[in-house]
């Protein structure tokens, strides 16, 4: 069955670095652009990063611009997400999607938690 796992949240000081990872199982994950979402308590899920189906197209949220890098392994069906430089503010459970341009299909991972503080 299509699985999506999220690894690597935990807590954190502010100005440290974590590094989340995104294995998938399942589907044409070479196919799919993929992208790193999050979700503070009492707020809504957001867009963190995304990257396209080979990696050629990266995009970020402003408030993580130059201290976030998304990047993506297609032989090993991964996706990374590098956080430096972290704030209290980036605090939430973070997720991973991965979306077919083709047919409209989406998958989520079941998250994991980045607490930053000190």
């Known amino acids: 069955q299509v699985q999506l796992v999220e690894s690597g949240g935990g807590l954190v000081q502010p100005g440290g670095s974590l590094r989340l990872s995104c294995a998938g199982s399942?589907?044409?994950?070479?196919?799919?652009?993929l992208s790193w979402f999050r979700q503070a308590p009492g707020k809504g899920r957001e867009l963190v990063a995304g990257?396209?189906?080979?990696?050629?197209?990266?995009n970020y949220a402003d408030s993580v611009k130059g201290r976030f890098t998304i990047s993506r392994d297609n032989a090993k069906s991964t996706m990374s997400l590098q956080m430096n430089s972290l704030k209290p503010e980036d605090t939430a459970v973070y997720y991973c999607?991965?979306?077919?341009?083709?047919?409209?299909?989406?998958?989520w991972g079941q998250g994991t938690q980045v607490t930053v503080s000190s």
């Open positions: 999607k991965a979306s077919s341009l083709s047919d409209g299909r989406n998958y």
């Open positions: 399942g589907f044409a994950f070479r196919s799919f652009a």
């Open positions: 990257i396209s189906s080979v990696g050629a197209r990266v």
